[in-house]
């Protein structure tokens, strides 16, 4: 991208990039996809007969996919409610996946939901940007933070 074209941050007070930009990416989301599809060749029919789909390389599934869920992939230019990864997501399960890696699994059923509860608990303090200790303390004396939800 040329410097003196620059695109509005999600700052800005907009709801969506313009016509105009979301079809020029569309159209360059649509010619690299293209592109990619032509690189990968058909899967190899074994002589011999197996049910289902021919077995195809991983990356040319990750294609099919993004090629498949193209207005899904590309929610994030028109609606800027939709975060364009889902790193957020993953780093509230990372301290689940870190929690079993350690200790192998939680002790009960019940010492599972106590710790996801209160992990969400504090993933929403994080999102909200509520003070953890502050939130957690409010918690305790009976006045817990709840989040209203909007604009869904």
């Known amino acids: 991208m040329r410097p003196d074209r620059r695109i509005e ?4 007070c907009k709801t969506e990039l313009s016509q105009a930009q979301i ?9 690299i996809t293209q592109s990619a599809n032509n690189y990968y ?18 990356g040319k599934n990750l294609l099919d ?26 780093r509230d399960l990372r301290m689940i996946k ?15 939901e106590m710790f996801c509860r209160i992990r969400s608990y504090i993933s929403t303090l ?6 953890v200790l502050q939130g957690l303390s409010d918690a305790l004396a009976g006045k817990a933070y709840v989040p209203i939800r909007t604009g869904f």
């Open 126 to 131: 994080k999102k909200n940007d509520i003070s």
């Open 23 to 31: 079809s020029k990416f569309t159209r360059s989301y649509s010619k």
């Open 41 to 58: 060749p058909p899967p190899d029919k074994d002589l011999k007969k197996t049910r289902g789909r021919p077995k195809q390389v991983k």
């Open 65 to 90: 996919r993004l090629l498949k869920y193209q207005d899904e992939t590309l929610r994030f230019l028109s609606d800027f409610r939709v975060p364009f990864t889902n790193n957020l997501a993953e």
């Open 98 to 112: 870190v929690k079993e890696k350690i200790s192998g699994s939680f002790a009960s059923f019940k010492g599972g």
């Open 9 to 12: 941050p999600k700052d800005s």
